[in-house]
């Protein structure tokens, strides 16, 4: 098979897009890959995480959230796009109307139903590698989040435990239990 190309991916990208298909496209190692939309679980805690992460960042002007259409071509020439991911001010002052070309501060992978927890595990080890600051892990089965980083070992909280980021994000605290869809009473849906 042919090493596929940045351009490629565009021209498919925008063939989808004209046939009106919910499809996005990542470039790995010359190969394309289709990613299709994902469960509602794993939707849902990405706009949560991105929310969450967003009304810190935006009025302290420290830099831009993605969702998971925001592509990067990273230094070894892949395409991909993070659930969720995060760059400071500093590195990127204003958003090209084109794919970012730089490592993410912060990536976010969100587990979805047909995901494999190892294949996730790796592509957030390869932007750690690649750069990135921090690179965190979310699995809605099991209710855990595993942060990355460059240093030291993966480390896993649960639904009792606060996610903090001070290296990029100082003060910004995340309770994990604010991460997981809320289950809504019969007093609520009533009302």
């Not at 855990?144 to 980083?149: H, I, K, L, W």
Request: net charge negative; aromatic share 8%; glycine share 6%.
């Amino acid at each position: 098979m042919p090493i596929m190309t940045i351009k490629d991916v565009e021209k498919l990208q925008s063939a989808i897009n004209e046939a009106g298909l919910d499809y996005d496209l990542e470039l790995e190692n010359g190969s394309i890959s289709i990613m299709g939309p994902s469960d509602i679980v794993s939707s849902e805690i990405g706009i949560l995480f991105s929310r969450l992460l967003a009304n810190w960042v935006y009025p302290r002007r420290l830099g831009r959230v993605f969702d998971s259409a925001g592509g990067f071509i990273l230094p070894d020439s892949n395409l991909t796009a993070p659930d969720v991911s995060f760059v400071r001010a500093a590195r990127l002052r204003q958003s090209p109307r084109y794919f970012g070309e730089l490592v993410p501060d912060l990536v976010v992978e969100i587990k979805s139903q047909s995901d494999r927890i190892k294949t996730l595990e790796k592509k957030v080890i390869n932007f750690i590698n690649l750069g990135a600051v921090v690179g965190i892990l979310i699995d809605p089965d099991e209710e855990t989040v595993t942060v990355y980083r460059s240093e030291g070992e993966p480390m896993v909280f649960n639904n009792n435990d606060v996610l903090t980021i001070p290296e990029l994000l100082p003060g910004w605290e995340l309770p994990i239990s604010e991460l997981w869809p809320p289950v809504f009473t019969e007093e609520e849906i009533e009302s």
